[in-house]
């Protein structure tokens, strides 16, 4: 967008607003004309706002989730920024990683639509930075890019076995149920009657919590339609929720705790014996920790109140910590190539508290299962030779969000910290980078004199290459067609499940 | 400057406009603290610095309006005063009234609360630290604000979120801190949040 017309908009967004803002809430009402006479005063001022405009700072995001979007919301009061995602929709992990029964923590969505929709703020999707154009290539447009592209790889467990049929990382499990392209394909086989998860974090519960949850429910939310109908169809009655460590060390949260506790048509069993010298420890514990300890102690050990033991009764679905277990060896069933069980090495605790390590104690079990998810991790992964990368903690080498090796490069979100934090942590992180990006410009630092072409020049090499992208008013036209197809439904959205399809609908 | 008269013109044509509004609840200039309450002052300051950064503290979380709100109580016996204190120390009195609440009164009042779930008790984003003096005449939360709070980094002994927070006569006078993003975040020995 030209100077001149950015500054247009920036003042019909400001002063033309409400009129405009008023009108639409009226269904119907022809929306009000701007007044001539205002209208002449406008025009003269474009003239000079148009100098002022030209030396307004821009800055590129890449990646089009909370990272990237909260750290354009902050930067957008004084810089123009412009937010490059893969895909063809933004979002990131609220749209594909936030659990379909947690449509709440998707209220941030509404944060970030105001954001890109800020005349000082573009989205441009379908642009892969990497390889349809460079970082070198961005820092050469813009004043200062910020890497926020998160962790889309995952960790992997690293034992025999692991790449037999059945056994799936939480990521792609996640991705499927949630509507990721990449993941589409992944057509998970629930036949079995017992599913392992390896992981006792909130992604891990989630992942139980989805396998156990009554079709009533699932099918009320934005899950997918293949993966609702998978799930009807599936015979998993009982989930293990595997950890290396013991009760004091699981990385859970007690909200998600609490669902799992509660889940209708299901009820928890646990090994007593896990908890021995737990309750002692109580005392010392901070908070959160202790309240979540607390309702695990209470879930395991005590005697649960009349209703709750007669949905425990009336329960066809069974769900469980392990504790003190690591995966050794994922084993095959006769013919070598699906998974029939896992085998687990008997684990016991070394120091305690958050430090406490995990030893063998040189005993092992079985466990016949027919389903294994590895949530123990996601990753980030390097997407540019141009930009320096830590392959051990994988992560964005950085000082408080700035790259230290190159000039006018930051970084926020996962890939500055590592793949842990809700929403909330990602929001603060970013704030923090985009405080340190504003400190820079404002100290001379980085240099925001002269003119930079931004999306201007990116956007002809785009068109070079025939990378056409999607800006933030043609996923509209693919989040209005998901809302309404799921109207049809009874659900929130109907998702589209291919970047095919999604391109199509932007395009039309 | 001939710029800025046009601003105060165009800003004039909009408050009379503005009579017109029913409701504020999908209106982005409530969020953008430009809403009628705060217009006035913008009008005041006239220079084009308020036109270039409308707002230095630009609120994008979207509050849900409850029609009777307003920060200016007619009855003193309804006026409510709050202090919020900002990120870097500053005091901010805001006159509210019995029945706002803390979060939407923090956006109408452009302080940066985030309310990232819209006070669906799904995030910590509206953590703030209640004075002592006030903390215990605020009802006991509920199991699942606690459950929240203890997602809240820097969590204190008066932290609540203020999604939750109903001012009443008796809380006359509180001060609501929101608590510092620091530096230091992974540093000091935090354990790593799970996800």
């Not at chain 1, 034992?159 to 049929?165: D, F, Y």
């Not at chain 1, 649960?304 to 003190?324: C, D, I, L």
């Not at chain 2, 809403?35 to 409308?54: I, K």
């Not at chain 2, 870097?88 to 609440?101: E, F, L, Q, T, Y």
Request: charged residues 25%.
């Amino acid at each position: 967008m030209s100077a001149c017309k950015r500054l247009l908009s920036d003042v019909k967004l400001w002063s033309f607003g409400r009129s405009r803002w008023t009108s639409r809430t009226h269904e119907g009402e022809h929306r009000k004309q701007w007044p001539p006479a205002a209208g002449k005063l406008l025009r003269s001022m474009v003239v000079r706002g148009k100098a002022l405009l030209s030396t307004c700072p821009k800055v590129c995001v890449v990646g089009g989730g909370p990272a990237g979007f909260y750290t354009a919301q902050h930067l957008i009061k004084d810089v123009q920024v412009d937010v490059y995602e893969r895909l063809p929709v933004p979002f990131g992990l609220v749209r594909f990683g936030v659990a379909p029964d947690h449509p709440e923590v998707k209220n941030v969505i509404n944060t970030f639509t105001q954001t890109a929709k800020h005349s000082r703020c573009s989205f441009y999707g379908n642009v892969n930075v990497g390889k349809d154009v460079s970082v070198a290539e961005l820092l050469r447009s813009y004043h200062a890019v910020v890497l926020s592209y998160g962790a889309e790889g995952n960790r992997s467990v690293g034992v025999p076995g692991e790449h037999l049929s059945g056994v799936y990382s939480a990521k792609d499990f996640v991705g499927w149920y949630n509507g990721l392209p990449s993941c589409r394909e992944l057509d998970p086989d629930l036949s079995c009657d017992t599913a392992v998860v390896l992981g006792q974090g909130n992604v891990a519960l989630d992942v139980a919590r989805i396998l156990l949850s009554p079709l009533d429910i699932l099918k009320k939310t934005d899950i997918t339609q293949p993966a609702l109908e998978a799930l009807a169809a599936s015979r998993v009655r009982s989930v293990l929720i595997v950890g290396r460590r013991g009760p004091l060390q699981v990385a859970c949260t007690i909200k998600e705790l609490r669902e799992m506790v509660t889940l209708p048509g299901t009820r928890p069993e646990m090994t007593p014996s896990d908890f021995e010298g737990v309750k002692d420890a109580l005392k010392d514990l901070p908070r959160p920790r202790k309240r979540l300890t607390e309702l695990m102690m209470k879930t395991a050990l005590e005697r649960p109140g009349e209703k709750e033991q007669e949905r425990w009764n009336s329960a066809s679905r069974v769900w469980g910590f392990r504790f003190f277990r690591s995966p050794v060896e994922v084993l095959p069933d006769a013919e070598g190539k699906k998974v029939a069980a896992v085998r687990l090495a008997v684990n016991r605790l070394e120091g305690s508290g958050e430090g406490a390590q995990a030893v063998r104690s040189g005993d092992v079990e079985d466990v016949p299962c027919g389903l294994v998810i590895s949530s123990i991790g996601y990753k980030s992964l390097p997407i540019d030779a141009g930009v320096p990368f830590d392959s051990r903690r994988a992560i964005v080498p950085n000082s408080m969000g700035r790259v230290q090796q190159v000039l006018g490069l930051y970084c926020s979100g996962w890939l500055k910290t590592g793949p842990t934090g809700v929403i909330a942590t990602t929001m603060n992180n970013s704030f923090d980078t985009a405080r340190s990006l504003m400190e820079d410009m404002d100290s001379g630092k980085l240099d925001v004199s002269a003119e930079k072409p931004g999306s201007l020049r990116i956007r002809a090499l785009l068109e070079e290459k025939g990378v056409e992208p999607v800006v933030f008013s043609d996923w509209e036209k693919i989040d209005s067609l998901e809302v309404r197809r799921g109207e049809a439904r009874g659900k929130p959205r109907e998702k589209l499940l291919s970047v095919e399809e999604m391109l199509a609908v932007a395009r039309s | 400057m001939a710029a800025s008269a046009a601003v105060r013109t165009s800003m004039g044509l909009t408050l009379r406009l503005s009579r017109l509004i029913p409701d504020c609840s999908t209106c982005p200039f409530y969020r953008l603290k430009s809403c009628g309450n705060s217009s006035a002052s913008l009008q005041r300051r006239g220079s084009f610095d308020s036109f270039r950064t409308t707002n230095r503290h630009l609120q994008t979380t979207i509050g849900l309006c409850r029609e009777e709100d307003s920060s200016t109580a007619e009855d003193p016996e309804e006026v409510v005063n709050v202090v919020y204190i900002d990120r870097s120390g500053r005091r901010i009195p805001v006159k509210a009234k019995v029945g706002d609440n803390v979060l939407y009164l923090a956006h109408k009042h452009g302080i940066p609360l985030e309310g990232a779930c819209e006070a669906s008790l799904a995030c910590s984003t509206c953590h703030v630290y209640v004075s002592d003096a006030h903390f215990d005449k605020l009802p006991e939360p509920e199991e699942r604000e606690d459950d929240m709070l203890d997602m809240a980094p820097m969590l204190q002994e008066t932290s609540r979120l203020g999604c939750q927070i109903v001012l009443t006569p008796e809380l006359d006078g509180i001060e609501l801190t929101l608590p510092k993003i620091t530096r230091n975040f992974y540093v000091d020995g935090h354990v790593p949040k799970p996800h």
